[in-house]
């Protein structure tokens, strides 16, 4: 993959990390008492961005780990199966 397009995956993660932290951080507005004794709202926040720096992390090696099945050709007979299944090949 080039730089370009791994920029732009990284770009797209970026966005869905952040809007999971976003809807995250909302949790202690709504619903302030189920932290009651075990995080003010401060430590939610940080607690959040841990996390969301967690995600980018699990993220990208999910996505390090499926371009190699990928590149390794993992997929080629599994839709060769599917299709031969399905009628389209003979």
Not at 33 to 60: M, P
């Amino acid at each position: 993959m080039s730089v370009t397009d791994m920029n732009e995956i990284a770009n797209l993660v970026g966005e869905v990390v952040d809007c999971f932290e976003e809807q995250m951080r909302t949790v202690f507005e709504e619903e302030p008492e189920i932290f009651e004794g075990r995080s003010t709202e401060l430590e939610w926040k940080t607690q959040v961005t841990n996390c969301g720096l967690d995600l980018v992390v699990a993220i990208d090696e999910l996505i390090e780990k499926f371009e190699v099945k990928l590149h390794n050709g993992e997929y080629h007979r599994e839709m060769r199966d599917w299709q031969r299944a399905a009628g389209c090949l003979k």
